[in-house]
């Protein structure tokens, strides 16, 4: 996957993010979409950052792999 597909995703996923966040009352069906496009897009922003850092040290940044959400989502900001 190349980081211009990857950042289509990230857009895609903030767009519709921003249409539910526009809803005045979400319904538990939205609230569980929501939380999966939350997860998604961090799976997204991790994979193009591993891309970025296998690049910039010479490697090939087809070695970067989604990693689940248990993972990226424990990480510390």
């Known amino acids: 996957m190349e ?10 996923l903030v767009a519709a993010e921003e ?5 005045e009352d979400l319904s538990g069906k939205d609230k569980e979409h929501l ?13 193009l950052r591993q891309r ?3 690049r910039d040290v010479g490697r090939n940044p087809d070695e970067a ?3 689940p959400p248990n993972i990226v989502e424990n990480y510390e900001q």
Do not use: F, P
Not at 3 to 12: A, E, H, S, Y
Not at 19 to 23: R, T, V, W
Not at 35 to 47: A, R
């Open 3 to 12: 980081d211009n597909t990857v950042l289509q995703r990230i857009k895609k």
């Open 19 to 23: 249409s539910l966040y526009a809803k």
């Open 35 to 47: 939380h999966e496009m939350e997860v998604e897009l961090d799976q997204c922003w991790d994979l």
């Open 52 to 54: 970025r850092a296998l």
């Open 65 to 67: 792999a989604v990693r």
